[in-house]
């Protein structure tokens, strides 16, 4: 028995609360019958227009509200139709044709037509807002898109500059900068000519399950049931998505009974939950890979062998089984789970010996290098972990923490030394991820390329680039995931970058909620299904 | 030693210097029937002992991680605090974070001070327009949202101990000017002053050589009061990642990464929130007697 | 026959630096006359007369051999009983209507408190007592002065308020404390005779407390002479100018006299002695 | 973070002050406390390492991109001419707009606002009614074991970090015990009924569920701010009963005392009627002061409790780098702090007679 009995009785009397805690308390707040209320942190939503919206917590409500041309089956990457009921591609490999589905309408009672998905996909390109890039790759641009992009009857045409691999279009065309926007509703909303830009930034015209009721940033939005739905019956009539910043508050709240589903909380609060009965836990891929990138610009991080050891010094398992059991697995080559050509394997383990040896044989003092974190609890203990294991190599790491603009201001300035960084794939295509972690045309200051990852950290990819080209065009789906593949075995071996981990969406919620489909790394949160 | 007392307690003393160790034997005295004081007293005694002899009171390293031996309780072998999200020592994390605590108020306690007291006593001794100007500037950092300043102050000069010691004094100087002018204008017109000016000193001189030295006293009243309010600004924005950086232990930032287990490793954050709980609470016991000692118009009432 | 009757009394404060007696075994008695304490300040006559009242709070402490009013044993009765006798029979003159009258109250409500709260006094006839108590006290317009706050009152009318305010409720034994000493010269007079005659009328006791011998020897009976804490002499009025005691001589050769030689004025010899 | 007003309320103009002040010397002294204001967090803005550009156009954008969103955010002018801007649209009462929210800043606070003040408003009621009683009878039994506790509770208020007492406030009374609501101003269901039913008069929840007689939203907003109400009410609490005791002393040493315990008045009243009228006088301002200060300490009860105020707007806006919220939000605390002062000058007139003539 420890010699600190003495200490026991403060402790106790709290520890005591603590279990009463998950016994039934006489106050519990009940949600209402038809509304599924969830708390989430809901604060990263910078627009809520299709053309805009790139942050997760904008795509739930999009997703939700608006239509695409292409859906995704939810809970599945498989690809199904949305306001196109069929789609083609001829010979020639760049015609794309889209049959638009009949008798669908807008929340405000017009016709969803084919120039409505028309006018949304040349409104996304002529505004050019940050996820344009999606359509843009296809050699969209704003002076073109009004004669590569047109309509007739029912029928939406799309003429792209060269041939790729057919299901990469489609791919694109479920993410949500394909949505269809109501013409007519937003063009009345228009001013001086700004495509409905100001008046999309809080209100909705879509054609979707739900219709926006009210939108308060940082604070909660309420969506209702819109009516009829063209893909089968909404189950609730309401959903209310609460901003709750604290995943402990969040659990609070869902322990409580006051809301349906909690979207943050951390591992600690799902093993404390785990015992409750009237609670249950889904997990999903969220598509986020977490990585080290390592500035090809600073010395001696662009040495082969120190970057050979570091892959070696990272607690990988360690991390995974502590502090971020069941959010984070480990994940070594940039594709997510669920991605055509996606690698499980992960060849590299905590080795401090190896790495010591590896250092020692290509002559490596011991040196100091930043490591630059975002101000976000897992990301800081991730740093410290590897502080702590880098260090039993020789290799002192400063903790440099910032705000997230910050931290991400400093990466695109090629400032870094050494940074903890997240991406999530923009469309379910590998293209997504490939395409930014192995490809940088021109490695000088001045280009400028600070969409690439590459770029930022001053890789060159050489042969990899080529590859990756050559993949995003091979329409044989088997030839194209073995592409894949060997790319991300080359690059998780000879790249400065290091991915670790995987992140896992743990959803909490009350056990009688059903079919709540959050949508993982791939597609966004689903409500329509839900029921509880 | 009786002796000492007498001439300590004589009523009738016989030097400046003597009639000086009365009255601060006088204070003692009304201090030590002050429960309370001497309870703070201690508590800072043991603050400062506990800094001094970190190495040798720490049962770990503080900065050692051990992934096997997380989030132990308090009472487990070898932790009698427990252990953190990365098995370290909680007991030793909290004892080698008193020094940071210490460091942070002592830099506080020697920085804004000396601002306030240059503004204080430059505007008290020169008046007029030099006056209007840097009371004006006063009242305008008084007028300000502190918390709001100092939290936006950290986000631009970037987090770190010497940023929020810097955010924190250009926060707290204000209040020291106040007092510092208040004693310059009692000062200003007294006839040494006239005396030295006769003899041709610069006002920076006369500052710096009898104005200052006249207004230390309350001053360093006020930053005794003070010293709890900068262990908590400081602990809040260690809170708030803004302070210290990890791996270092600071207490504030020891809350805020375990805030996220507060309902099943409740010790995590509970250990260090105590710690800035008593240590505060210690300065302000003391600062309380001090006031009622040293301050006549509350004392003995 | 004897209203008030000190035997020994003590009052003692407890300090860092120990005890300090500031009323040292002081005894006098009091008919339904006029007694004056006389001393410098410090001297531990206003003590005194609080003590009659049990004005003095903790760390002060009282001890007497006896204290009765009237019959009454002022050391023993409940603090409740002491409230009953304030204000009702025994009722005090302070020093400077500034601060003895509450600033933030009007005077009708001072005026009137004991009224309304002991005797359950309202509307027209409180009024009334009202206006009389300030019309004996020469206030030619006491409407306005009831409605009236006391910084907006000069010293003198200050100082009729307080008067008028203590003599209400007609006590026995009235103790004045310095009750003109804060007030102009030519105010001093005026307000004196209001006093004098509002007493004589009456026919209460009176404690007049002053550091003005001459003053005192005009308008009391009796004199104290308190030093230090101790009474060191005690003798009439009329007698006053043939005093025994070095000290009582020595305040009296104070006083400047008109047409009196343009020396300097003695300072006071305090022997270690008297204080004794 | 510190929620200790200072013990010796400097931000007092000294009486001679107040007297000589002019309704023109308010006003200027206003404008310029405002300006000084507004300069200072302009130049805070400036110096914050963060861009506001990226806060807005996120991770994968190009550089044409971000060129254009930094035209659109006036960030391509001279910084002179980005504040003279900035001033003059402030003066039309234009802060400019949220990075974050997209919308006007004033807009945005004049929303959220309304929630601190009743959170500030009902803490103050709690410190007053709380802090009034203990510190009196703290002053008249002065050493007593009494005059102890109400000592060390307020200094004990005086050391506790006010997110830390939250947290442990809301684990205790909610989490474990129920008694009272969670973070946020209403129960989820509550909340919509609230957002629907209820028509926005004052954007406090109390009054406004009150004046449309929605009883159970009511009453679920009292259960809700009780909480962290009563946090920020303890430290309140703390700052005036030791102000109240240390007024009331020095009252009750007076000599006006003395002639109400003359009268044959009862303690009760001698100390409750008597001393405190006189003691509400400096009171007035302390209160006042606590008021303000509440409005600042709001921004780390705010992000415990969840409770969409200002303080939580700032907080936000500040790691979001969303300068014109930050600033916008940060004058109009300092507008409210000069106006409560002016506020409490009148209200000082009101109570002290001295000061009226």
């Known amino acids: 028995m420890p010699s600190t009995l003495w200490f026991r009785p403060a402790g106790l009397a709290l520890a005591a609360a603590m279990m009463l805690g998950t016994a039934p308390a006489a106050l519990l707040a009940a949600t209402p019958e038809d509304t599924l209320v969830i708390a989430a942190q809901i604060d990263d939503i910078v627009s809520i227009d299709p053309a805009e919206s790139f942050e997760k917590s904008g795509g739930d409500l999009i997703n939700n509200v608006y239509d695409s041309l292409i859906e995704l089956v939810p809970g599945t990457s498989e690809l199904t139709g949305g306001i196109a009921e069929s ?21 405000s009672g017009n016709p969803v037509r084919a120039e409505d998905a028309a006018f949304s996909i040349q409104r996304a390109v002529k505004l050019d807002k940050t996820p344009a890039f999606i359509l843009t790759q296809f050699g969209l641009t704003p002076d073109n898109v009004d004669e590569r992009v047109t309509f007739e009857g029912n029928t939406l045409t799309i003429l792209i500059d060269e041939p790729v691999a057919p299901t990469f279009v489609y791919n694109c065309l479920t993410a949500r900068i394909a949505s269809v926007v109501d013409k007519e509703l937003v063009l009345e909303n228009e001013v001086d000519g700004d495509l409905g830009y100001e008046w999309l930034k809080s209100n909705s015209a879509g054609s979707g399950a739900f219709r926006l009721l009210t939108f308060r940033p940082n604070e909660s939005y309420v969506l209702e049931a819109a009516g009829d739905y063209w893909r089968g019956d909404v189950q609730l009539n309401r959903v209310f998505v609460r901003h709750v910043p604290e995943p402990a508050t969040q659990r609070l709240l869902l ?130 972990a590897l502080q702590n294991t880098f260090a039993q190599a020789g290799i002192t790491l400063n903790l440099s923490v910032g705000a997230g603009a910050e931290v991400l201001g400093e990466f695109r300035g090629r400032q870094h030394e050494i940074t903890l960084q997240s991406w999530g794939p923009d469309y379910p295509d590998p293209h997504t991820n490939a395409s930014t972690f192995t490809v940088n045309p021109d490695n000088s200051d001045e280009a400028g390329l600070t969409g690439l990852l590459a770029w930022r950290t001053a890789y060159e990819p050489g042969e990899l680039q080529e590859m990756t080209e050559a993949a995003v065009r091979e329409s044989d789906a088997d ?54 | ?149 100092a939290l936006a102050l950290v986000a631009a000069l970037g987090p770190g101990v010497e940023n929020a010691v810097l955010a924190i004094a250009l926060t707290a100087w204000p209040p020291y000017a106040r007092v510092a002018r208040a004693e310059t204008l009692t000062v200003r017109s007294a006839d040494y002053i006239a005396a030295v000016q006769l003899q041709g000193a610069g006002s920076g001189r006369i500052i710096w050589g009898y104005v200052m030295p006249m207004c230390l006293p309350s001053v360093i009243i006020r930053v005794t009061l003070d010293m709890a ?27 805020s990464s375990g805030r996220k287990f507060l309902f099943d490793q409740w010790w995590v954050a509970t250990v260090p929130g105590l710690a800035i709980f008593t240590v505060s609470l210690g300065f302000n016991l003391l600062g309380d007697g001090l006031r009622d000692v040293l301050d006549p118009r509350s004392a003995s009432r | 026959m004897t209203l008030l009757s000190v035997k020994d009394l003590y009052v003692t404060f407890r300090t ?108 027209a006839e409180l009024h009334r007592k009202a206006i009389a108590a300030l019309e004996a006290v020469q206030i030619r317009d006491p409407e306005r002065v009831l409605r009236a706050y006391p910084h907006e009152l000069s010293g003198g009318m200050g100082q009729r308020v307080m008067i008028a305010m203590m003599l209400i409720p007609q006590p026995d034994l009235l103790i004045a404390d310095e009750p003109t000493s804060a007030l102009d010269v030519t105010v001093q007079a005026e307000v004196l005779s209001i006093l004098d005659g509002l007493v004589r009328d009456r026919g209460m006791g009176l404690i007049f407390i002053s550091h003005d011998l001459r003053l005192v020897g005009r308008f009391c009976d009796r004199v104290l002479v308190m030093y230090k804490g101790r009474v060191v002499e005690e003798l009439e009025a009329k007698h006053l100018m043939q005093a025994q005691h070095p000290y009582t001589q020595g305040l009296l050769n104070c006083l400047p006299r008109i047409g009196g030689d343009r020396g300097p004025l003695p300072g006071l010899d305090r022997a270690a002695a008297w204080a004794g | ?114 929630a601190t003040l009743e959170l500030a408003t009902i803490a103050t009621i709690f410190g007053v009614l709380l802090g009034i009683p203990a510190g009196v009878v703290a002053a008249t039994r002065p050493g007593s074991w009494i005059d102890q506790l109400v000592r060390l509770v307020g200094l004990a208020g005086y050391s506790m970090p006010v997110f830390w007492l939250g947290l442990m406030g809301l684990l205790l009374f909610y989490g474990i015990l129920g008694w009272v609501g969670g973070p946020g101003r209403l129960d989820s269901g509550y909340e919509m009924m609230f957002e629907f039913d209820v028509p926005r008069v004052t954007g406090m929840i109390l009054i406004d569920t009150a004046l449309a007689g929605k009883w159970d939203i009511f009453r679920n ?27 009331m002393m020095n009252e009750l040493s007076q000599e006006y005392i003395t002639t109400a315990r003359v009268k044959g008045m009862p303690e009760w009243r001698v100390v409750w009627v008597h001393a405190l009228r006189n003691v509400m006088v400096p009171l007035i301002t302390v209160i006042a002061l606590s008021y303000a200060t509440l409005l600042e300490g709001s921004v780390l009860t705010e992000t415990v409790f969840a409770w969409p105020g200002l303080g939580l707007y700032i907080t936000n806006a500040l790691f979001s780098a969303d300068m014109a919220a930050v600033m916008g939000g940060t004058i109009v605390v300092g507008a409210v702090f000069v106006f409560l002062n002016m506020l409490s000058d009148v209200l000082y007139r009101l109570v002290d007679p001295r000061a009226r003539s």
């Not at chain 1, 592409?483 to 919620?509: A, C, G, K, L």
């Not at chain 3, 409940?78 to 006798?85: G, I």
């Not at chain 4, 103009?13 to 200072?40: C, K, Q």
Request: glycine share 10%; hydrophobic share 45%; aromatic share 8%.
């Open chain 1, 479 to 532: 030839t194209r995931r073995a592409m894949y593949e060997e790319i991300q075995r080359i690059h998780r071996d000879t790249s400065p970058f290091i991915p670790m981990f995987e992140e896992v969406d743990q959803i909490s919620m009350q056990a009688n909620v059903n079919d709540y489909h959050p949508g993982g790394g791939v597609d966004a949160a689903t409500y329509w299904l839900a029921t509880k």
């Open chain 2, 229 to 255: 309010g900068v262990i908590l600004t400081a602990a809040g924005l260690g809170f708030l990642g803004l302070g210290v950086q990890p791996p270092m232990a600071e207490w504030g930032q020891m809350i």
């Open chain 1, 255 to 384: 322990e409580r009974g006051d809301v349906d589903v909690a979207r943050d909380l951390t591992p600690v609060d799902v093993e404390g939950i785990a015992g409750n009965e009237a609670l249950k836990v889904d997990e999903a891929p969220a598509g986020y890979i977490y990585y080290l990138a390592l500035n090809q610009k600073v010395e001696p991080l662009n040495n082969p062998a120190v970057i050979e050891a570091m892959r070696w010094l990272v607690d990988y398992q360690g991390m995974a089984d502590t502090f971020l059991k069941g959010q984070y697995i480990p994940r070594q080559s940039f594709l997510p789970t669920g991605f055509l050509g996606a690698l499980d394997e992960t060849p590299y383990s905590l080795d401090i010996e190896k790495a010591k040896s590896i250092l020692e044989e290509a002559g490596v003092e011991p040196f100091t290098a930043k490591l630059t974190v975002r101000n976000n609890q897992d990301r800081m203990e991730i740093g410290q």
């Open chain 4, 221 to 247: 907003a009292v259960s809700h701010i009780v909480l962290p109400a009563g946090v920020l009410g303890y430290y309140s609490m703390a700052y005036i009963s030791r102000m109240t005791r240390s007024f």
């Open chain 4, 1 to 114: 973070m510190t929620l200790i007003p200072d013990p010796t309320p400097t931000r007092r103009p000294s009486r001679a002050a107040r007297r000589a002040r002019t309704a023109a010397g308010l006003i200027l002294s206003l404008v310029a406390t405002l300006l000084g204001l507004l300069l200072v967090t302009f130049f805070i803005g400036r110096i914050v390492p963060i861009d506001p550009v990226l806060a807005v156009i996120g991770e994968r954008a190009t550089a044409a991109q971000y060129a254009a969103a930094r035209e659109a955010l006036g960030l391509d002018q001279p910084v002179w001419m980005q504040f003279l801007i900035y001033v003059r649209d402030a003066l039309t009462g234009n802060f400019g707009t949220s990075i974050l929210t997209r919308r006007p800043v004033m807009e945005d606070i004049a929303r959220v606002f309304p």
């Open chain 2, 1 to 149: 030693m009786t002796a000492m007392m007498t001439w300590l307690r004589d009523p009738n003393p016989q030097s400046r210097t003597q009639a000086r160790l009365g009255q601060m034997w006088l204070g003692w005295l009304r201090m030590r029937r002050n429960p309370l004081a001497m309870i703070g007293l201690m508590i800072v005694l043991a603050l400062l002992l506990m800094a001094a002899w970190a190495p040798l009171l720490a049962t770990h390293d503080p900065l050692t991680q051990n992934l096997s031996q997380r989030l132990l309780p308090p009472g487990s072998a070898g932790h009698w605090l427990g252990t953190d999200e990365f098995g370290r020592d909680i007991w030793s994390r909290i004892v080698y974070g008193s020094r940071v605590t210490l460091y942070i108020v002592g830099l506080v306690a020697l920085t804004a001070p000396a601002f306030g007291l240059l503004i204080g006593t430059v505007s008290g001794y020169f008046g007029g327009w030099v006056d209007q100007v840097l009371m004006r500037i006063t009242d305008i950092f008084l007028a300000f949202p502190r918390l709001i300043l």
């Open chain 1, 87 to 107: 789609w083609d591609v001829a010979e020639d490999g760049v015609t794309f044709t889209f049959t638009i589905r009949e008798g669908i309408t807008f929340h």
């Open chain 3, 16 to 123: 860092e630096s120990g005890i300090v007696e500031a009323v040292r075994g002081v005894s006098f008695d009091l008919g339904r006359e006029r007694l004056g304490i006389v001393g410098e300040s410090g001297s531990g006559k206003t003590m005194t007369g609080r003590s009659v009242l049990r004005l003095i709070r903790p760390p002060g402490r009282i001890d007497a051999v006896e204290m009765t009013f009237d019959g009454i044993d002022l050391l023993k009765i409940s603090e409740r009983q002491m409230r009953a006798l304030r204000g009702k029979r025994i009722a005090m003159v302070m020093q400077d209507p500034k601060y003895s009258l509450n600033p933030v109250m009007r005077v009708g409500e001072q005026l009137t408190e004991g009224l309304r709260r002991r005797d359950g006094l309202r509307g």
